[in-house]
């Protein structure tokens, strides 16, 4: 009998309509043609699968809550307004405990900033030309200059958008500054200026299957029919503008002819840079050959157009065909990937009583220790607050997950507000290390629905009591000092907690860490646990 195939959720960016589409609209809407050929994929594979479109960021966590999938083919690019956050949906998904495909947030934050992947890519040794990069309202300083011809770009930008002919200058002077300037004003971004090589432009497609990375045949463009003084680029006509001369003239050669040792250089280059951002499943990495015919690489991008029907940029599904791999079987191995990279699941813990707090047996809602079936429920209604970022719900993932793998006399003490079944609110709290009688209350949380019910406060009186038993003195709550937080604070205060401490800045600029403490009235010696 074959192994039941998981549920796949295909997780894209609504492109912009209306006003809003602006001048990049033909590569915002190629995500729609991707989402369709993972869709068909599925289905000659037998996957069960949906495809829902988000906005944003919220939206992302608002799917994912309710989401049954247990798997995400993650096709988000970009968010409206906000590029960078669509890099947090992977962390996003690892912590609402789903699969997903394709690299990891740290990956594609890196290769979203092109000066950053510079950076990376020098300090593991691979070839990248020079460059220097303007920030925006800021002028070209002529000392900081690489070598010339320069070639200027949108920092945080792919599908070529924001370059074109007029990208491509001689040297310093007026060209230069009405280029950044152009980048700076038209896209909203600060300016890559980097040293322009007039050589080939080669693209490598590596694929993971079975735990192996392949680097799959080596492709060319061909800028031959391009007239003396035309600048042999791939700008965003090329890849995108189907009546342009751009896009009916650089056809795309596979296998390059290339000497075998130049290809084996190339091939072993492009590893490089798939390890040095820490690439998964499916990346593209993009080279320029100098006038002597040695690589450099030019881009790195781990979540390429991944469409057979994308115009120039279906190159990398072209590369798929050279091998052959079929699309259904990347998409199959996209999938094995993902799958692959989920922890196992954790065992169940005993069910073991609690002293419960007089307050917590008053209503429908009864205190009992958390279990492994609340764990997505718990972080559902944890992102459904608002209150966190992707990166305090991966770390709430994280405590949770420990505490569900520790038995119940271990450090993390965790526990639900349970109706019906359902936990409706979550609290975690633990001695703090190297102090006698000091708890840490990590975490607490309601769901949405429930807040105002006094679910928290029979929590929080709850985890009191508690920590009496276990000796416990003295409560320390830590939390924010934005404005977002006001109801926490007061909801701290109300329950007699009072502010010990206040750091600026701490979470991030304008952030404070609030420390809140509270003294425990220590329960009678023989009535503590053992």
């Not at 995500?31 to 289905?43: D, F, T, Y």
Request: charged share 25%; with cysteine.
């Amino acid at each position: 009998m074959k192994p039941e195939r998981p549920r796949v959720l295909i997780l894209h960016n609504v492109p912009p309509e209306g006003a809003a589409r602006g001048a990049w609209r033909e590569s915002d809407e190629g995500v729609l043609a991707e989402a369709g050929a993972v869709a068909a994929a599925l289905e000659h594979l037998g996957f069960e699968h949906r495809t829902i479109g988000v906005a944003g960021l919220r939206d992302v966590a608002s799917v994912l809550a309710a989401a049954p999938e247990p798997v995400v083919f993650n096709l988000v690019e970009s968010f409206i307004g906000a590029p960078a956050e669509a890099t947090c949906v992977p962390a996003l998904c690892r912590a609402f405990g789903k699969a997903c495909t394709g690299s990891d947030t740290p990956c594609l934050a890196a290769a979203l900033d092109k000066g950053r992947t510079k950076a990376i890519l020098g300090a593991a040794g691979l070839p990248c030309p020079r460059g220097v990069v303007v920030p925006v309202g800021e002028r070209v300083r002529p000392a900081d200059l690489p070598p010339g011809p320069f070639i200027v770009k949108p920092c945080a930008s792919d599908a070529s958008e924001g370059i074109d002919a007029r990208s491509v200058v001689a040297g310093p002077g007026a060209a230069l500054t009405r280029a950044v300037r152009r980048v700076h004003e038209e896209v909203g971004q600060d300016a890559l200026v980097e040293t322009f090589l007039v050589g080939r432009e080669l693209n490598v497609s590596l694929l993971e299957r079975g735990g192996a990375v392949a680097v799959l045949p080596l492709a060319e463009i061909d800028f031959s029919a391009f007239p003396p003084g035309r600048p042999r680029i791939v700008d965003y006509a090329a890849k995108w503008l189907a009546g342009s001369f751009a896009y009916r003239h650089t056809p795309r050669i596979i296998p390059a002819p290339l000497p075998k040792a130049r290809a084996r250089e190339v091939r072993r280059l492009a590893l490089g840079a798939w390890r040095a951002l820490g690439c998964r499943d499916y990346a593209r990495v993009d080279f320029r050959l100098d006038r002597r015919g040695r690589a450099w690489i030019i881009e790195v991008n781990p979540n390429p157009d991944i469409s057979p029907d994308a115009g120039f940029d279906a190159g990398f599904a072209a590369a798929l065909g050279a091998v052959p791999i079929s699309y259904a079987d990347f998409v199959a191995a996209a999938i094995e990937n993902a799958l692959a990279r989920m922890p196992k699941a954790l065992p169940r813990q005993p069910h073991r009583r609690t002293p419960r707090a007089p307050a917590a047996g008053s209503g429908p809602v009864r205190i009992r220790r958390t279990e492994p079936r609340d764990r997505p429920v718990v972080l559902a209604f944890l992102a459904e607050t608002g209150f966190f970022r992707p990166d305090e719900l991966e770390i709430a993932r994280e405590v949770l997950d420990d505490a569900l793998a520790q038995g119940p006399g271990d450090h993390y003490q965790s526990f639900v507000a349970d109706e019906a079944g359902r936990a409706v609110g979550w609290v975690c709290f633990g001695p703090t290390p190297c102090t006698v009688g000091t708890f840490d209350l990590y975490w607490i949380g309601v769901a949405p629905s429930r807040q105002g019910r006094g679910v928290g406060r029979d929590l929080m009186q709850f985890a009191e009591s508690a920590m009496a038993h276990r000796g416990g003195r003295l409560v320390v709550v830590e939390t924010s000092g934005r404005a977002v937080y006001d109801s926490t604070r007061r909801f701290y205060r109300t329950l007699g907690y009072r502010e010990a401490a206040r750091i600026a800045d701490f979470y991030a600029p304008g952030d404070a860490k609030v420390v809140y403490t509270k003294p425990l009235r220590l329960a009678p010696a023989g009535r503590r646990k053992p």
